[in-house]
């Protein structure tokens, strides 16, 4: 009942903010590791996608409250980079984008967070009747 598209949203963002966090910690603890390839999260393609930012076939909804077709599939993955190598041992973590990606992740789910208490705090309002 209390479920609503944007909720649902949040919520997804706020799991793949703490996913993407142990993917980064993990590829900055494996550093110095020989061979070591880091991981990343894709999630951002999905949720465009799932809300029709993309250029494609737009689908009928009954309801305006509905997600889009592709948003029941919003779960972030882990992929493997394999693309490149920073040094010579095959390694390719990279420990100042690893920072400015951990900075980014932070404001991401400090907004994210914000954004969720502030539609919790409506509702609470709205349950409440105004009342305190």
Do not use: C, W
């Amino acid at each position: 009942m209390f479920m609503t598209p944007a909720i649902y949203i949040l919520e997804k963002a706020l799991d793949t903010a703490t996913l993407r966090q142990r993917v980064i910690a993990h590829n900055i603890a494996n550093v110095n590791t020989p061979g070591f390839k880091r991981y990343e999260v894709s999630f951002e393609e999905k949720l465009s996608q799932a809300l029709g930012l993309e250029p494609g076939l737009p689908l009928y909804r009954t309801n305006p409250y509905h997600l889009p077709a592709g948003g029941s599939d919003l779960t972030p993955e882990v992929n493997q980079d394999n693309s490149t190598s920073m040094r010579q041992d095959g390694n390719n973590v990279d420990i100042d984008r690893e920072m400015v990606d951990l900075a980014q992740n932070s404001l991401n789910f400090n907004f994210a967070t914000q954004q969720l208490n502030g539609r919790l705090a409506m509702l609470r309002y709205v349950i409440n009747e105004g009342r305190r």
